[in-house]
């Protein structure tokens, strides 16, 4: 796929061809970021921003909401594929914790087409640095 991005009306009729097959991304979440994203969707959870509490759970130390986390997987498919794209389900399994300033690899993958329908599915990868999988799951998308 080119850089320009793609309205879906420009699409030919392969649409297969024209999907992103994989995309990654990597990052990594600060603490102010977590501290934005709580306040935006109201979640006290000390887990999230208390080290002192932190200490005395199995966590030992402050973790990245799962679901902001996941979002990274919202701007791959977003990015990568053609304007008007619709999500139209996501499975998530949070296998790890994923810390503070810890670097993360997030990937898409293209898995699976509906015959007859432009429905495409992605599985859905988020990796620590050392390589455990702390984010795992499907997108449905409908093109």
């Known amino acids: 796929m080119s850089n320009q991005r793609r309205k879906l009306w420009d699409i030919p009729q392969n649409l297969f061809e024209m999907i992103v097959k994989y995309a990654e991304i990597y990052g990594l979440f ?11 969707i109201n979640d006290r959870n000390p887990i999230h921003f208390d080290e002192e509490f932190c200490v005395e759970t ?16 919202g701007g791959l498919l977003g990015s990568n594929l053609p304007d008007g794209a ?3 389900g996501i499975n ?9 300033n810890e670097n993360v690899h997030v ?9 007859n329908k432009s429905i495409f599915i992605y599985k859905l990868i988020c990796q620590k640095k050392n390589g455990e999988i702390a984010i795992e799951g499907e997108a449905i998308l409908k093109l």
Do not use: H, M, T, W
Request: charged share 15%; proline share 6%.
């Open 30 to 40: 600060r603490q102010s970021e977590v501290d934005i994203y709580n306040q935006v």
């Open 58 to 73: 199995i966590f030992k130390a402050p973790i990245v909401p799962g679901l902001l986390a996941s979002g990274l997987f």
């Open 86 to 88: 619709i999500l139209l």
């Open 92 to 100: 998530l399994k949070f296998i790890a914790p994923i810390y503070i």
């Open 107 to 115: 990937y898409i993958k293209f898995i699976n087409k509906k015959i």
